[in-house]
């Protein structure tokens, strides 16, 4: 005989689960203790539930297996929903285990009683709860096979009197294998073939979907002299030793990968869903390839679609290929590409604002000479190991990210890069740094994002998980200015009134660094990444650097410059 907790716990063990995140407490006390007296899964506990399910989808993402996390009756259920969009958006197969009152109270408006059915049913592509014994294990088959068939989230809601009662018989839970890639048509290669054959000049925007194609990804280029634009996950894997890559396109991207865009005749569009419209060329003919054939589209208008896995459709194109002579279009990319690269890693020296152009565009932008996050983000990419797994909070900590931390080695990246939330790169971190607590992680945090989860850090602390968490401190919610800046409005409600956050650290029990100096700047780096434990590097950054879009309009360049002038005149007046 066994428990229904047992069980679950037993059947995810099975499928080779190591971690569940979560917060103990009352419903979910069965499962908690099945999982104290297995012994094959280690539960840790955080101070916040979003925290466990940014962790868990992590660990999903990392792995491409299920991530677990666990959520108590009500609130605490409630408190894991962020996160889960999170895994929803990013394609991650993610478990939520939630408690509900007892059976018998169900629908009785009894304390704590929400309808998680109702709750979960848009980020879950399942959602159910467990009203008998009798339906389990079958209901857990049905949500992890979900999950992990259809790459998102299942909710399985367990009142605390049924995860307590025993099983009438041995239940052998039986969970599907991940579906093969699809490979596209033969008739739709030809199609696609014919298209860029008789095409002068091709772009490629290639994303996460290809990262698993690299050598053919990078042939294909070859044959088309094609520049390739990168999405932000496809840095991963794409990026190193790549000849062909001009960086992003975006907010966070750069003009020769906008340039590139804008001059071709086809974009060859292969494992992409780059969601921000007004960085696609109009007038050209778009190839889309995706293995998600709702996918094809829905950003850009498209000439010829093919559903199908990118490594397949590649390895079937190539053959029908000719190799193009004239390079002109790559090429030009390319020159493109590095003379920016050249003109911002510049900014990345720490003596920049010494230097004579450096000296007069601090008196612009930088006059107090604080640290540039420039500097920080470079000095991070030369010092970090080749299998750092790196994440980033969304805003700018992610633009300097983006631009100079390359994906090289074995390196791994994570972000909230579709559902765009704050305070996401400290819970994956811990959620990367549980799978292997001897590999490096790195995490690029805004310091409204840290501070807005920083109950646990003492999770960080309690199960010895090596996190070096490098926050921005420009005192700023810093995208968000930007943003006012570019309408024309001057900065409002941005400001943030932080403490000294390494000494917040320390008292955490954390390494606490801080660095106000930039000539201080790289030893204090070294030294966060030396560090065995967990490590809070607190550098006060420049609040006024400006991270200028490729492609920026008139309007938004007239609107920072009369922000601006409003900034510096509420500054002279003390408003």
Known sequence: MSTVAAMVVEALARLGVKTVWGVVGDALNPLTDAIRTHGGI????????????????????LTGTLGVCAGTVGPGSIHLLNGLYDAKKSHAPLLAICGQVPSGEIGSDFFQEVNNDVIFADVALFAHTVTSVA??????????????????????????????????????????????????????????????????????????????????VLEVAGKLASPMVLTLKAKEGLEEANEFQVGQAGLIGNPAAAHALERCEVLLMVGTDFPYRDSYPSGKTVIQIDAAGAHIGRRTAVDVGVVGDAGLTLAGLLPLLETKTDQTHVLDARTRYQAWTKRHLSLADPAHDSHLTGRVRAIADNPGHAIRPEAVAAAIDRLADGDAIFT????????????????????????????????NAMPQALGASALERTRQVVAFCGDGGLSMLMGDLLTAVAYGLPVKLVVFN??????????????????????????????????????????????????????????????????????????????????????????????????????
């Open 42 to 61: 280690e539960w840790i506990g955080v101070r916040h539930e979003e925290v466990a399910a940014f962790a868990a989808g992590a660990q999903a993402q």
């Open 135 to 216: 339906q389990m294990p079958y209901l857990l088959e049905q949500a992890v096979n979900a999950a992990l068939a259809g790459r998102g989230v299942a909710v399985l809601s367990i009142p605390g009197d049924i995860g307590g009662a025993e099983l009438p018989k041995e239940a052998i839970p039986r969970f599907v294998d991940v579906a093969a890639p699809l490979a596209p048509h033969p008739q739709v290669l030809g199609t696609i073939a014919k298209e860029l054959n008789e095409a002068r000049r091709i772009t490629m925007l290639v994303g996460a979907g290809a990262r698993d194609a690299r050598e053919l």
């Open 392 to 423: 980033s909070d969304t805003g700018m900590s992610t633009v300097w990210l983006a631009r100079y931390v390359t994906m090289r080695g074995t390196r791994r990246l994570l972000g909230s890069y579709n559902l765009g939330s704050m305070a």
């Open 474 to 575: 420009n005192g700023r919610l810093g995208m968000v200015k930007l943003e006012q800046e570019q309408a024309g409005l001057p900065e409002f409600g941005t400001v943030l009134a932080n403490p000294d956050l390494a000494a917040v650290g320390r008292a955490c029990g954390l390494h606490g660094i801080r660095v106000e100096d930039p000539g201080a700047l790289e030893a204090a780096i070294s030294e966060a990444l030396a560090h065995q434990g967990p490590v809070l590097l607190d550098v006060v950054t420049n609040p006024d650097e400006v991270s200028i879009p490729p492609d920026t309009k008139i309007g938004q360049a007239l609107g920072y410059a009369s922000a601006r002038l409003k900034e510096t005149r509420a500054h002279r007046s003390g408003a």
